[in-house]
């Protein structure tokens, strides 16, 4: 993953610090079998952040979700 790829994710999710809390719940998500929203052979960590970065995760969604 670029420096880009991540700098575009992390302002997808509203900064750094959310993009931790976004990406480590998808991350979750995809290791307890729910399907991914793109297609790739990376790993469920680079999945995640290219579904954020590619805006198929709502940041603002998965925040609620969080609290």
Do not use: C, F, W
């Not at 719940?25 to 790993?43: D, F, W």
């Not at 590619?54 to 969604?61: L, P, S, T």
């Amino acid at each position: 993953m670029s420096d880009k790829t991540s700098e575009n994710a992390a302002k997808r999710a509203g900064g750094i610090y959310n993009l931790v809390l976004v990406a480590s719940q998808r991350v979750r998500e995809l290791k307890n079998k729910h399907a991914p929203k793109i297609v790739t052979k990376s790993g469920t960590t680079m999945t995640a952040l290219q579904e954020i970065e590619e805006g198929h995760i709502n940041a603002k969604d998965y925040l609620k979700k969080l609290k």
